[in-house]
């Protein structure tokens, strides 16, 4: 009986991961093109039942601001966080995940065309531009749930300066990236700088500065980088079409 089990448990764990690999999504060029390249703690332990973990990737957004960082449309959203569809969460909306995007993007839900897995390692969002934009910024919100440490610990309760959402909440609180994209520069890469991190509990949209008491959040991105095909007529960027996702094995 208990090797049945065992088998039982092995078999749903298989599945759960040919899922996961069936939502990484086809792709093809685009001009302009989101690299993210995974750091050390891109994939968290999540728990799932009798001691099994779940090796998942984390939450991210990425979107387009003009220059004087007024939100302009969402590029790519990580499904759960942009269809709401968490797995047990009893119609908690898990604010804490993504909240400085959640607060800017008024878009809620997002159509599939904007959404897809994250998948297991780098990889970029490809985009085809149109005629507008010449200067504009690219940001990127990335989160784990529950990678709690002695700064933002599982016990902080609701109120508290450090609570984070409670047993399935977010631990450490989500980092935001931005990169100022210039077409009419001579630069066709740019690279990301972290500018600080989300409210812990998602109750406001604001972006924190103090990094006291993160800790292994700072290595779930090694690097991100922007990479543009520039015609000096036409290249430049608005609208944007579906985003493309493509894995890199790094």
Known sequence: MKKKMMFLLVAAMMMMNLSCS???LEYRTGNLSVCIEAGDEWLHDYPLFLGINKKNPPQIAIWLEDVDGRYLTTLYASKKIATRSWVSAHSNPRNEALPYWSHRCKELPLTDGMTGATPRNSFDVRMHDKVG???FRV???VNHSIDWNDAYPENAKTGD???SGGDEGSGQPALVYGIDVDLDSDRNTFEAFLIGHSSPDG???EIHHDMDGITSALNI???ITVSTKKNRTQGSVTNIT?????????
Request: hydrophobic share 30%; glycine share 4%; aromatic share 4%.
């Open 22 to 24: 069936k939502e990484e």
């Open 133 to 135: 934009l010449r200067q």
């Open 139 to 141: 940001m990127i919100e």
């Open 161 to 163: 300066a450090n609570y």
């Open 203 to 205: 109750t406001d949209g």
């Open 221 to 223: 991105v090694k690097r």
């Open 242 to 250: 579906k985003p493309i996702l493509q894995e890199k094995k790094l």
